[in-house]
């Protein structure tokens, strides 16, 4: 029975992912960040409530880690005075599965105010939400069912999320041409420092 179940949630997931739509928009999205940040010297920001803030956080972390400054900033606390390391050239990556997480949309108003044309990129299911109109990019995540038995824990959409968010990783680390000595220099310790650092001798000697 268990066995049963886990086989058939592993194929939801499964098609889930391969369905994310695959458009023009992840190459405006890379860009975006590429220009604000790399060129420009601005900083990514991303951002979400409750599971999508953990998603977001976590791929700020990754971002940091391959040669792209990141940092997460809670949407609530965002209006208790963290809004201040919003600066002029950063770019805000906002995840919402239903586009409509009101933290959210307060956040774009309260972040124009600071950098009135600051751009944000929106992973969501809901290409037609507030969020998604406000975006200058969005993300489709091609609105996967959940695979909770109640059809309402966020799990197959959270999958899909992550997923995204390796997308524009790699994507961008591609872009910019980071390689095993940049990435041993922002990550020193434990395995895949070592790692990191032998492979970067390798590379050195061809």
């Given amino acids: 029975m268990i066995k049963d179940l886990v086989t058939?949630?592993?194929?939801?997931?499964?098609?889930?992912?391969?369905?994310?739509?695959?458009?023009?928009?992840y190459e405006k999205a890379v860009g975006l960040i590429v220009k604000h940040v790399h060129q420009l010297g601005g900083t990514l920001i991303t951002s979400g409530m409750g599971k999508a803030g953990q998603i977001a956080m976590n791929i700020a972390t990754t971002f940091s880690s391959t040669g792209t400054p990141a940092f997460f900033l809670h949407p609530s606390e965002a209006q208790h005075g963290d809004l201040g390391i919003v600066r002029k050239n950063d770019v805000i990556l906002l995840i919402s599965n239903s586009g409509k997480t009101r933290e959210l949309v307060e956040l774009i108003n309260l972040a124009r105010g600071l950098v009135g044309d600051i751009p944000f990129i929106v992973i969501t299911s809901?290409?037609?939400?507030?969020?998604?109109?406000?975006?200058?990019?969005?993300?489709?995540?091609?609105?996967?069912?959940?695979?909770?038995?109640?059809?309402?824990?966020?799990?197959?959409s959270t999958t899909v999320m992550t997923v995204i968010g390796d997308l524009l990783v790699v994507s961008v680390m591609t872009e910019i041409g980071f390689n095993s000595s940049d990435y041993a220099k922002r990550h020193h310790g434990g395995y895949l420092g070592s790692k990191s650092r032998q492979q970067s001798k390798k590379e050195e000697k061809k």
Avoid: R
Wanted: proline share 6%; glycine share 4%; with cysteine.
């Fill in 126 to 156: 809901n290409q037609k939400s507030e969020l998604a109109k406000e975006a200058a990019v969005c993300l489709d995540t091609g609105s996967p069912k959940e695979v909770c038995a109640l059809g309402l824990t966020p799990t197959t």
């Fill in 8 to 25: 058939s949630i592993l194929k939801q997931e499964a098609e889930a992912v391969q369905n994310i739509p695959i458009t023009e928009n």
